[in-house]
């Protein structure tokens, strides 16, 4: 990445969004987005393995962020409070991305490929944390149930999130999702 | 399909299975699974839209199950119970079907397109299940969260039945993890 081009993954991931936004996902080429990021496409693919790469370059930090909040929890927490702060901790990097959540995921619900992707990350982010509560001393399944659990208290306190602009922060939309699965699970 | 072609769909899917456990699913072509069924490509493709198809023949038939059975649970019946109905329902498919399944979760487990594949089958059945309890007038996010522990339950619960040979059924180690679940989120 040499000194000429300054941010260019942050660039082309903005300008992929406006894109895919503005026109669709299936509509947009690469070279498209690298002329809106005022770069080559050569550049766009020493950044990003293919089209829908671009939209999930934070979820590696997110999975790191999440993954080490789940180890820091206190040795005396119960798996699902591991989880928890790990859902504090990624909660935080979503303060004022509302409006770019809800761009996203627009385009992602509109496109099958993009869904798979998601899919695939989440999935990859459920065995890391099932990784970390192991390494707590979470034996199986718990640790795979839990991670799951946490999953899914994840995705949803997102999707409410997001549908319900400017009202609450998400770290308060995934407390409320894992109140209620409690609630649930108890029979409720 | 034609009377000279009995059981074409389920010779299809024996034949695919015998020869991705053999040679590998990336090493076996569509015209080796048809020629092993006695059948010709043409054929397949009138069953199975692609390669990996074939494997997922079940899943609609599942899913039917699982959502007719939260449909039919009794209407005071909580939101996890009538999901545990389902659970059950599903369970009796796989009397007597360890060894396939055995098989079919080794051949998944070694390939990221047939894993990706079954996420989305897993997807789908999490929002049918979703849309099941929203017919019972389970509320959101109510419905969506209980739909994806169900799924969780699902998931850990037939890969450890899968892991498990011979050891009891894939009823109770569904209802083993659906245990396991509520004791977590509980705190426990």
Known sequence: MGRWEPNARERLATAALELYSERGYEQTTVAEIAKRAGLTERTYFRHYADKREVLFDGTGGLQDLFVNAVAGAPASAAPIDAVAAGLDAVATVFVDRGEHSRKRQAVIVANAELQEREL?????????????????????????????????????GFERWVAATGEGTLAEAMRESLEQLKALTAGG
Request: hydrophobic letters at 55%; proline letters at 3%; a positive charge.
């Open 120 to 156: 695939i990350k989440l999935a990859s982010l459920s065995a890391a944390l099932a990784d970390a509560l192991r390494r707590r001393g979470v034996r199986e399944p718990a640790a795979s149930l839990t991670a799951e659990a946490g999953i899914a208290v994840f995705k949803i």
